[in-house]
Structure formats: structure tokens, C-alpha cells
């Protein structure tokens, strides 16, 4: 039996139908931005494995450091002990985080928000006062833990617990056009009593790589400061660089309350989650009365080997050599938008910093089980490159150590994937389109 044979008859896998499922690729190995499967084939991550990698796969650096770490120490309860990995970690990241002072760990994206939301509940809760109301954007999504989910949009990934999720009010996403529709939703949500606004800052992942401008989060910002809101950026996808930035929230002249970090804080390589807020919300815990503890924790919370990998992966990040492939990979995907934005296969093209996003037309549904992701995965994989579409959304979002080379395969191999499409859009007329597979 091969290792797929073997995994399919024991193995549940995360957002995957267990029926009729294609075959997995079984990787073997990772070096730099490729990843190599079993049989020696070898892809270009332009996903950075969930949007996790940072420096590439397996880089020697942050292996080394966790390493150096774990003959030191691997783990211990964080609630009565401290190390020096957290606290060199948190020391380096308030440094450079948009006004957030006071880091809490945890372990994972969902769990980075879960503690956002707790943390802001509560602070209200310990001033003895309630909060009225929960706001977040349409077509978010913050996780799939409970609290993540309420306030996630409503659709595929929550439907079967909806009756179960706590109610938020929605505001449109402000994408250009809707600007000022949005703030006036936020402004009627707002009524001064205590409240909540959480948001994916300038680009919402999961929903599509969706983008607006900071100029109006700033004004949505503004308004929830004017009226007793505390704001939670969720900047599990979008932090550490991936907008151009370091985070989406250094385009802002506003500060949130509070910050959600996780995936590529430790360059791909350990899970960790961060909830970093200000000292306001801090000093809301700060109390003689044992009840206004904040009693949320997690078993690997700070864990010392996800904060080395974290301090190596900062180590990287600050390098002139990073700064520079951010900003090629800017300018790479900027140039390649202006190319594909009016072809006709496509809804339309977008690019902030390190991401970019195309919207295939189709015929079937824009949700994120539009079967086109299914064809463009395996497109893509037969020429030797690993993307996740977002149902017709095809994004790429690669490693920062991608050449330009690299880059320009990907470009050549997504010109001759919406050629395919035009064809096959005159061919059937009504916009059901199927790309051509390729014969090895
Ligand atoms: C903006 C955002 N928040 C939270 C999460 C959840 O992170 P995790 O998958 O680590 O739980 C994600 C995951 O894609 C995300 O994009």
C-alpha cells in the first residue's frame, strides 16, 4: 500500500469531502519555495502552505534555532512560569506592532481570535457593564472555533451550526463603490452603548482575497473610537509582511485595540497564535477581585519552540534581503495585473503587496464550491505548481525567497490557463467553461 492508500483507510483531512476525494500528494520533502512529492516531482508553493510560509520550506536557520531550543526546553505551564523565547518574542513583536503593548499567546489563528473576543466581552464584563453589540464586515472569516465562526460570515464553513452561533451585526465589506454604505452601517450600529468591530484589515483571505482601502477602515475606525467600540484587526493572514507592510494596520493612522496574529509569525514552522491589545483593555484585568482574571488558556500557550521559531523567523523578516523580495514580489504582481485585468476570462484582478487574486467567470456560483477550483488545482499541479482556489478565486501567495524566474513560469502558466478558458467561453457560448488538462 502507498502512503495515500494507507492514509485514506485511518486519515480524516481538514476541508476535504470523504467521498470521491482526489488522490492526495504525498510530500515527502521541502526546500525553499518547492515542495517534492514522493515519487521526486517537484511544485512551487505559491500558497505558502495556507499562507504559513515565510522563508521558504525547511530553512536551516529557524531549524536550527528550534533545535538549539528544544535541548533547552520544549514546553512548560505558562500560567506559572515564564521563558526567555516568550518574552525575547513578545518583546520583539510590541516593537513593531501598531499600538499594542501586552501580548497573550495561544496556538492557533481561530484561538487569536477567540481570545480577542473573550478579552473584549470581558473587559466590559469587569467594568460592570455589557457589550450591546458585536460588528463585523460581510464575507469574513476569523476560524472555526465557535466564537470565530459567530462572527465569520454565514455559509459553507458554518452551516450546519448556525442555530448555535452568537448574532453579529453586519456591515458591507467597504471595497471601492461601497465606502460609504458601509460607514453608514457602522454608524447605525453604533449607538455609544459598549460594542465590538471586528475586521480582516485590507484584505479578507478565505473570502476571496476581497481588498479595500485603508483611508476608509481609518473612518470606520474613527467612528467606533467616537462611540465606546473596541477594534479587533485580525491579522492572521495579512500580517508579517504579506500586504508589503509588516502589518496591513501600518497603512492606518488609527490604532486597534487589539491585534490577532498566527500563521506566518513562526515563518510556517510551529503552530502560535498572539492576541497583542492595548493597555487600556489590559489594565481592564488588572483587579484584587480574582473574578476579573482572564482565566482563557491553552496547554502549548507560548510554547518556547514556536516562540524560537518565531524570533528566528523575525530574524529573517528584518533582513534587507526580505524587505527587497517583498517589494519584488510587489512590483512583480502589480506589473501582472495591469497585464490580465481586462481579459475576458476573468471577473476581475487584484494585487495588494505580496497577493495576488484573479476571479475566473463562470457560470456556476461564485461560492466557495465553484467546481472550477477543483480544474485549476490540477492545472496548476500537472505544471508543477501547488494553489488552493477559493472556489473561482485563484490566488497566489508565495514564499518570500520566489525568484523571479519563479515568478515569471507562474505568469506564463496562468496566461496559457485563461487562454484555455476564452477558448472554451466561444466554444460553449454560455460561460461554462472546462481548461484543458494536460496530457504527461
Ligand atoms: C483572517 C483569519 N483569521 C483566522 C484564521 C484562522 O486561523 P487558523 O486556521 O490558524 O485557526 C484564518 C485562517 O485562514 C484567517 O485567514
Redesign the pocket.
Known sequence: MNLNERDSKIIWHPFRQLKNAPPLLSVDRGKGVYLFDDKGNKYIDAFSS??VNLHGHANKYIARKIYDQAKKLEQVAFSSCTHEPAVVLAERLVKHLPGQPRVFYSD???TS?EVALKMAMQYHHNRGTKIGRIIALDNS????TFG?MSVAERNVFNLPFNPFLFDVKRIPVPVKGKEQQSLNSLKNALDGSPAVFIF?PLVQ??GGMVMYEPAILDELLKQCKKNNCITIA?E??TGFGRTGKLFACDYLTERPDII?L??GITGGFMPLGVTACSNRIFNGFVSDDKIKTFYHGHSYTANPLACAAAIASFDLLEKKHTAKQIAMISTFFERMKRRFKSHAALKDCRNMGTIFAMEIRTAESTSYLNPVSEQLTAFYLERGVMVRPLGNVLYFLPPYPISKTELNYIEKITAEMLSNFSKEMVKSGNGKQRIKRKTR
Open positions: 495556507w499562507w492557533n489563528g481561530s481570535v472569516y476569523h476560524g472555526d470565530s480582516e483571505g478565505a485580525d492572521v493572514m490577532c498566527s500563521k
